[in-house]
């Protein structure tokens, strides 16, 4: 059974920082590309940051790029979202997804390309 568990969410004033992480248990990560979506209250779930199964490739959406970095590290089956001057609107619960696939590119940004979900982390900024 595969499980993703996300962690390092919280509460932090706005210009902070945090750092997310998604452990990945039940499988190898080396062939399924990761990312991050997200979800605020009201809204629908977002694509935020994605990196393909080699690590060669990085997408972002607009609104990130220049704040936040996505990295995995197969070895320990870990894939992670740091993020920087963090505002307001990026206030939402954080979702780490994987998928089996060597796409690259804005195929990475569709919801449609993972399998394996884990169960959010909170993520609130404070003004």
């Known amino acids: 059974q595969v499980e993703l568990v996300e962690s390092g969410g919280g509460l932090v004033q706005a210009g902070g920082s945090l750092r997310l992480s998604c452990a990945v248990s039940?499988?190898?990560?080396?062939?399924?590309?990761m990312a991050w979506f997200r979800q605020a209250p009201g809204k629908e779930r977002e694509f935020v940051a994605a990196?393909?199964?080699?690590?060669?490739?990085?997408l972002y959406t607009d609104s990130v790029k220049g704040r936040f970095t996505i990295s995995r590290d197969n070895v320990k089956k870990t894939v992670y979202l740091q993020m920087n001057t963090l505002q307001p609107e990026d206030t939402a619960v954080y979702y780490c997804?994987?998928?089996?696939?060597?796409?690259?590119?804005?195929?990475?940004?569709?919801?449609?390309?993972?399998?394996?979900w884990g169960q959010g982390t909170q993520v609130t900024v404070s003004s």
């Open positions: 039940g499988r190898t990560i080396s062939r399924c590309a």
């Open positions: 997804a994987g998928g089996e696939t060597y796409s690259t590119g804005s195929y990475l940004a569709s919801p449609y390309g993972y399998d394996y």
């Open positions: 990196v393909s199964w080699s690590g060669s490739s990085t």
